[in-house]
């Protein structure tokens, strides 16, 4: 029997405040898995087939997350809009609306510090 989980968190209630779904975890469960944690980061390979190809895009989303990262804003650069950003594209949206859509909601302060308006490499794709 081989037994597969995943977490957001380590289950221990504390950690990402971007998930709502962070409870601490029993004991028991927590126990069970002492052994068998594997931390592992976004998948470089798989974003790069999602985006086609595009080096804009996989650039510009790598450098968003990199301020997201470093700011410790609280927003999620996640695997999805490689995804996302490549449909966009791929139905004639350029690269800076794409980034204004995905940034609509971020305060001017957050779009500052990850330098938004800049951030495409001054592309127009």
Not at 45 to 51: D, F, H, I, P, S
Not at 79 to 94: D, S, V
């Amino acid at each position: 029997c081989i037994i597969i989980a995943s977490a957001n968190t380590w289950g221990s209630g504390y950690g990402s405040n971007q998930y709502a779904g962070r409870n601490r975890l029993d004991g028991a469960t927590l126990d069970r898995f002492t052994a068998s944690k594997i931390h592992f980061t976004y998948d470089v390979k798989l974003e790069r087939k999602l985006a086609g190809g595009n080096t804009d895009l996989i650039n510009t989303l790598n450098k968003l997350r990199k301020g997201v990262k470093d700011y410790s804003l609280n927003r999620i650069v996640s695997t999805r809009l490689f995804k996302a950003g490549n449909i966009a594209l791929t139905n004639g949206e350029t690269l800076k609306e794409f980034v204004k859509t995905i940034t609509i909601d971020w305060t001017d302060e957050e779009k500052a510090k990850v330098d938004v308006k800049n951030i495409t490499g001054g592309s127009n794709d």
